[in-house]
């Protein structure tokens, strides 16, 4: 690959992770054909934007997007591909259910995670990903909340 070409796919990159508040880094190498086809529909499905990326590229990428991504540069080596949403916990709930729904597969694995203004390191914080409440889920809380002492 030429030199041009690298530099279009780290501006592209970089554009894409801008464009998205949460970030996570995550390895779906070893899934056969099937299993990557139903993952990457059940990410269409939830909005997740799901790509495979080297590794150099998506480095630069971050380095070249003006936020501090450095805490995350240390799980960026192996197969990589990042999920980038909207939604705060929606990745987290897909690796969760993936693996619940194929039995056979270890993966995909959580390397880390960029999320509400935080990085997240290691498989270990899975759990607590998928338990992060959304904006909307907060809104609806404080609404009800709300609501309760009028009843």
């Known amino acids: 690959m030429r030199k041009e070409q690298k530099d279009q796919l780290i501006d592209a990159l970089c554009e894409e992770i801008k464009s998205y508040p949460h970030i996570y880094i995550s390895d779906i190498g070893g899934l056969n054909s099937v ?3 139903k993952l990457r529909r059940a990410a269409f499905r939830k909005e997740v934007k799901l790509e495979v990326v080297k ?3 998506l480095i630069k990428a971050m380095e070249k997007s003006g936020m501090d991504y450095s805490e995350l540069f240390p799980v960026i ?3 990589t591909a990042i999920m980038l949403s909207n939604i705060n916990n ?3 709930k897909l690796i969760k259910d993936f693996r619940a729904a194929e039995r056979s597969a270890a993966k995909p694995v959580l390397k880390g995670a960029y999320v ?3 990085f997240y390191v290691g498989e270990q914080h899975l759990d607590a990903l998928v338990n992060i409440k959304s904006k909307n889920e907060l809104i609806a809380d404080v609404v009800a909340l709300l609501q309760s002492p009028v009843k």
């Open 77 to 79: 080596k192996g197969e």
């Open 90 to 92: 929606a990745p987290a």
């Open 35 to 37: 299993q990557t086809s």
């Open 55 to 57: 590794n150099t590229l």
């Open 116 to 118: 509400e203004e935080c």
